[in-house]
């Protein structure tokens, strides 16, 4: 039998306590962790209850049902300012309607041909260029639409405003074009081969089997991914403070310059409206309407993704 | 001489001119080559299909069976980068040549896959498939096609109640069983099975033969299998294939009780494979 040696009973002892060193923080580390996390939720809460406790203050100042039917947005006023939401709904529903209606439809080409049609050398190409179009500013966005977009169609419908709905919709829809192409084509993609299959041993068309097969089968993300950017579409402030201008509408031209939700909050917030006034407190009563959207959008996604998944 | 593949666009659906000249047997295969890249995985076949009879192709995994049956309805050409020489013909007509349409092979030529894959939709549109892509609208006439396809599959019984449900409540035999009855509603004149129980329990693979069985007399049938009992209970012809050759094709009764090759020997007793 051999002795261990000094020199060596001193390494295993600092091998034992490298390993205790490890397993000390070891244990820390789902501490570590909770406490980031919990720092996410407490900043989650924190916004929604500084959003519902102004709300609530404006409220005091103003009558809910005048706020949410009322059809004149006037906050400026001196004489008799006025708060009806509407216009600034109608406002931001326009924005969304022209977003999806080109989107939508461009999207959805896109991210078939990208599933079913492109080689892969092509989808190498084209992907990444799609994938850009989500990285630009929307501030870029903004301008290319003021400055490009409204001076061509101009060029075909000669009543068009410098400021108006069309074209900042359009960019909309455009901004939001990487979102479903990208979202869609992940459900299309993931429809398993063996469906193709099944369809071309049958003898249909390529086209045939994209739209009777592939795409029924992929409807669940393509509604989600539908619906989320629609919520997006909502949410936009940029493009719409550039290009749709800031006069709350409460009618459905389509040429002039309107308000939406998010571009009266800009409006407000780069101001000067003081603290305490009732236009302090309606941008977060407007902010609040906002969030209420995009949330239940959010939702609905969410539950069309779980609940009309195609089993298979 | 031959029989043509005609699309009668009148009432777009697809129908074969018979020829009284043309004979059996329906497939003929002459001289067919394949590779996949470099892989040289089918040499120099020749082998026939006959008309209204079950033809069986047995062999060892990657023997080229499966790709030899999907050469037959042009499948294999999904996977990319296939090269193909020599003389396939269906009914008298060349399929390999550029002129043949594969929407209008396949919808005279049924396929069957491993796995049962039928389409995420109720039973009805699964079998109302076919005849739709083929341009039959008629409510009435469809409602006739799938009654009478899940007739002819040995359906009918188990999933009247339920055909606008879900094709995926059904069980793997029965969707492999849809999927023989969606084949059969584009009335094709033959049916390729790719090892078609190979994933299914042995009372669902019972009733899939007995299904085969009671087809046959409608529709030619070429079944790819790894299973020897299957091919001697079902086929009357079978092919053996060897590394992308045919080692032997004969009567099923003969290849199994006196082959003729030693290899077809060994295969058939179990000594390899």
């Known amino acids: 039998m051999s002795s261990i040696q000094p020199s060596e009973k001193a390494r295993t002892r600092d091998i034992i306590a490298a390993a205790?060193?490890?397993?000390?923080?070891?244990?820390?580390?789902?501490?570590?962790?909770?406490?980031?996390?919990?720092?996410?939720?407490?900043?989650?809460?924190?916004?929604?209850?500084?959003?519902?406790?102004?709300?609530?203050?404006?409220?005091?100042?103003?009558?809910?049902?005048?706020?949410?039917?009322?059809?004149?947005?006037?906050?400026?006023?001196?004489?008799?300012?006025?708060?009806?939401?509407?216009?600034?709904?109608?406002?931001?529903?326009?924005?969304?309607?022209?977003?999806?209606?080109?989107?939508?439809?461009?999207?959805?080409?896109?991210?078939?041909?990208?599933?079913?049609?492109?080689?892969?050398?092509?989808?190498?190409?084209?992907?990444?260029?799609?994938?850009?179009?989500?990285?630009?500013?929307?501030i870029v966005y903004g301008f290319f639409a003021l400055t490009f977009v409204t001076p061509l169609l101009q060029t075909i419908i000669p009543q068009l405003k410098l400021f108006n709905a069309l074209s900042a919709g359009i960019v909309v829809g455009i901004m939001i074009l990487p979102m479903i192409v990208s979202l869609s084509e992940d459900a299309l993609s993931s429809v398993p081969a063996s469906f193709r299959d099944g369809s071309y041993a049958l003898g249909s068309t390529k086209f045939e089997t994209a739209i009777r097969v592939v795409v029924p089968a992929a409807t669940s993300g393509i509604a989600a991914s539908i619906i989320l950017a629609t919520s997006r579409a909502i949410g936009e402030t940029m493009i719409v403070s550039l290009a749709a201008g800031s006069t709350p509408a409460f009618n459905l031209d389509l040429t002039g310059s309107i308000q939406t939700m998010t571009s009266y909050i800009v409006q407000v917030a780069t101001g000067d409206a003081g603290y305490g006034t009732t236009i302090y407190y309606s941008i977060y009563a407007v902010g609040f309407m906002l969030f209420l959207f995009t949330f239940l959008m959010n939702r609905a996604a969410l539950y069309i993704k779980t609940k009309f998944r195609e089993e298979y | 001489m031959t029989t043509t593949l005609v699309r009668n666009d009148k009432e777009t659906q697809f129908r074969v001119m018979k020829n009284e000249n043309w004979q059996k047997p329906v497939y003929e295969t002459n001289g067919l080559n394949l590779w996949y890249g470099t892989a040289h995985a089918l040499k120099n076949i020749d082998l026939s299909i006959n008309e209204k009879e079950v033809t069986a192709i047995i062999g060892p995994s990657g023997c080229g069976k499966s790709t030899y049956l999907k050469t037959l309805n042009r499948m294999v050409e999904t996977v990319g980068g296939v090269t193909i020489s020599g003389n396939v013909t269906f009914m008298g007509n060349n399929i390999l040549g550029k002129s043949m349409p594969v929407e209008l092979l396949r919808s005279k030529v049924g396929m069957v896959f491993q796995k049962p894959n039928p389409f995420p939709k109720s039973i009805y549109e699964n079998v109302a498939f076919g005849p739709k892509i083929h341009g039959v609208r008629n409510k009435a006439i469809l409602d006739i096609i799938v009654e009478d396809s899940l007739r002819k599959a040995a359906l009918w019984d188990e999933v009247k109640?339920?055909?606008?449900?879900?094709?995926?409540?059904?069980?793997?035999?029965?969707?492999?069983?849809?999927?023989?009855?969606?084949?059969?509603?584009?009335?094709?004149?033959?049916?390729?099975?790719?090892?078609?129980?190979?994933?299914?329990?042995?009372?669902?693979?019972?009733?899939?033969?007995?299904?085969?069985?009671?087809?046959?007399?409608?529709?030619?049938?070429?079944?790819?299998?790894?299973?020897?009992?299957?091919?001697?209970?079902?086929s009357d012809r079978t092919a053996f294939f060897l590394n992308g050759e045919i080692v032997e094709c004969d009567r099923t009764s003969t290849l199994f009780s006196t082959p003729t090759d030693e290899r077809t020997d060994d295969y058939i007793n179990g000594r390899f494979g």
């Open chain 2, 161 to 234: 109640d339920r055909l606008h449900k879900s094709a995926y409540g059904l069980s793997g035999g029965q969707q492999q069983r849809l999927c023989i009855a969606r084949c059969l509603a584009v009335d094709p004149e033959v049916i390729l099975m790719d090892e078609p129980t190979s994933a299914l329990d042995p009372v669902s693979t019972h009733k899939v033969e007995e299904l085969i069985r009671s087809i046959k007399n409608d529709v030619t049938i070429a079944i790819v299998t790894h299973n020897m009992q299957q091919a001697s209970r079902i």
């Open chain 1, 20 to 138: 205790k060193k490890k397993e000390r923080f070891g244990k820390l580390v789902p501490y570590l962790l909770l406490a980031v996390t919990s720092l996410t939720v407490l900043a989650t809460f924190g916004i929604v209850y500084t959003l519902l406790k102004e709300t609530f203050t404006f409220f005091t100042h103003i009558n809910i049902s005048d706020f949410v039917f009322g059809t004149e947005w006037a906050p400026f006023s001196n004489a008799d300012p006025s708060f009806g939401v509407l216009p600034l709904l109608i406002g931001t529903l326009k924005i969304a309607l022209i977003a999806i209606l080109i989107g939508v439809p461009a999207g959805l080409a896109c991210a078939i041909f990208l599933s079913e049609y492109a080689s892969p050398k092509v989808k190498k190409i084209v992907k990444p260029i799609i994938e850009l179009l989500a990285g630009i500013p929307t």
